[in-house]
């Protein structure tokens, strides 16, 4: 069974740093791409980052670039997102997907989420 | 950045109807386009990728159709559990989008 558990959220005051942690289990990890897909409260989707396979390409979402960087550690299949300069508007829930590539694309399984507040 | 412009974002209905949601990309994008689920307090769900497939283990009532610019996500005979929000999603650009979504609630 598929199972994605993100963990790392918390509290953390504006401008500050936090690493998020995403544990892979029930597939074959270093196959895969994985994204970071957040939502702020009470509204939608927002794609926010992708690794591939072997991190030899990763693509961010515009407010982000240069303040977060994802990573993955495939010997213990575990994806990460190091956000520093955190802003109030980066308060969200985050989830980590699965991207299968295959056939146009798609996100297959999600974890359950880690909420990240930025506020002082 | 490809726009996905979902349509309605609200939508009230009775268990046993059948509802279309539609999504219009800003520019043609195949049939690069994913539809999901999410309840509330819980993880999306996806139910439909490249367009028209069916997810594994998704009920044959939800489909999907489209391609170039106009998506549409159609449940008939909804049940009690359909009850939920519906995001559509494209993969044709690498940088992802989500429509803004569709809160379908029971009248």
């Known amino acids: 069974e598929v199972q994605l558990v993100e963990s790392g959220g918390g509290l953390v005051q504006p401008g500050g740093s936090l690493r998020l942690s995403c544990a892979a289990s029930g597939f074959r990890f270093s196959s895969y791409w994985m994204s970071w897909v957040r939502q702020a409260p009470g509204k939608g989707l927002e794609w926010v980052a992708s690794?591939?396979?072997?991190?030899?390409?990763?693509f961010y979402v515009g407010p982000v670039k240069g303040r977060f960087t994802g990573s993955r550690d495939n010997a213990e299949n575990t994806l990460y997102l190091q956000m520093n300069s955190l802003r109030t508007e980066d308060t969200a829930i985050y989830y980590c997907?699965?991207?299968?590539?295959?056939?146009?694309?798609?996100?297959?399984?999600w974890g359950q989420g880690t909420l990240v507040t930025v506020s002082s | 950045d490809i726009q996905m412009t979902q349509s309605p974002s609200s939508l009230s209905a009775s268990v046993g109807d059948s509802v279309t949601i539609t999504c219009r990309a800003s520019q043609r994008i195949e049939n690069y386009v994913n539809w999901y689920q999410q309840k509330p307090g819980k993880a999306p769900k996806l139910l439909i990728y490249a367009a028209s497939s069916l997810q594994s283990g998704v009920p044959s009532r939800f489909s999907g159709s489209g391609f170039g610019t106009d998506f549409t996500l159609t449940i008939t005979s909804l049940q009690p559990e359909d009850f939920a929000s519906y995001y559509c999603h494209q993969t044709y650009s690498t940088s992802y989008t989500f429509g803004q979504g569709t809160k379908l609630e029971i009248k």
């Open positions: 997907a699965r991207l299968e590539v295959a056939r146009r694309g798609r996100f297959d399984y």
């Open positions: 690794i591939k396979e072997d991190e030899g390409e990763k």
